[in-house]
């Protein structure tokens, strides 16, 4: 699966996009435990992925995702979008 990651998220990822080889049936909240996981240090005067990730909205293949046990599918697009201040 392709993650995508938008403003904080990207800056405390490190990167803009990785892909992901899902070798079981996945949730979000399983995706976000492995994101945080391998992203355990932010850069400078970021803040932990984990911390942008629990405040993060999620688009899975353009659509909202709000539950965090929402299968994922092995090919899917999931875009990780930080609240956005000013609109």
Same mark, same amino acid.
């Given at each position: 699966? +392709? /993650? =995508? %990651?938008?403003?904080?998220? =990207?800056?405390?990822? *490190?990167?803009?996009?990785? !892909?992901?080889?899902?070798?079981? @049936? !996945?949730? =979000?909240?399983? /995706?976000?435990?492995?994101?945080?996981?391998?992203?355990?240090? @932010? *850069? &400078? *005067?970021? @803040? &932990? +992925?984990?911390? /942008?990730?629990? =405040?993060?909205? %999620? +688009?899975?293949?353009g659509i909202a995702c709000p539950d965090p046990d929402t299968p994922i599918p092995h090919e899917? /697009?999931?875009?990780?979008? @930080?609240?956005?201040?000013? *609109?």
């Amino acid at each position: 699966m +392709l /993650v =995508r %990651y938008f403003a904080a998220a =990207r800056a405390a990822a *490190g990167t803009e996009a990785e !892909t992901l080889d899902l070798d079981r @049936p !996945t949730t =979000r909240r399983d /995706v976000e435990t492995l994101l945080a996981r391998a992203h355990p240090h @932010p *850069g &400078p *005067g970021q @803040p &932990p +992925l984990a911390q /942008v990730l629990a =405040r993060s909205s %999620y +688009l899975l293949d353009g659509i909202a995702c709000p539950d965090p046990d929402t299968p994922i599918p092995h090919e899917a /697009v999931l875009d990780v979008l @930080p609240p956005f201040s000013g *609109g």
